[in-house]
């Protein structure tokens, strides 16, 4: 079975950096589109799609980030990263990684438990 391991979440203040990075000994990054999901807690919260970087090299940025997140791959770790600067308390979520087959685009981030666990980000004020 496929897991794609999360991690680098935490807890920071208003302004504040995190990297979030995602890999997975069983799933091949390069050359499939891939990318990061998020959900607020509570009721009725849209499940996101943050960034997304596809095999040609095009990168989307959710209009709340664009300017503050970077999404990158090394494919030499198969790791992917998402930096995020500038931290909000709106950006309070838990992160999913996704790739072609295993979520992205999707609009249940619960689907995201079936092959990870998310990382949550907490940005106080």
């Known amino acids: 079975d496929v897991r794609l391991v999360e991690s680098g979440g935490g807890s920071v203040q208003t302004g504040g950096t995190l990297r979030l990075s995602c890999t997975s000994s069983?799933?091949?990054?390069?050359?499939?589109?891939m990318g990061w999901h998020r959900q607020a807690p509570g009721p009725g919260n849209k499940c996101e799609l943050v960034?997304?970087?596809?095999?040609?090299?095009?990168?989307y940025y959710l209009d709340s980030v664009r300017g503050r997140f970077t999404i990158t791959h090394d494919p030499v770790k198969n790791t992917m990263y998402l930096e995020m600067n500038d931290l909000r308390p709106e950006d309070t979520a838990e992160y999913y990684c996704?790739?072609?087959?295993?979520?992205?685009?999707?609009?249940?981030?619960?689907?995201?438990?079936?092959w990870g666990q998310g990382t949550q980000v907490t940005v106080s004020s």
């Open positions: 996704a790739a072609e087959g295993y979520g992205l685009g999707t609009i249940w981030c619960n689907d995201f438990h079936e």
């Open positions: 069983e799933y091949t990054f390069a050359g499939s589109d």
């Open positions: 960034s997304r970087i596809t095999k040609d090299g095009s990168v």
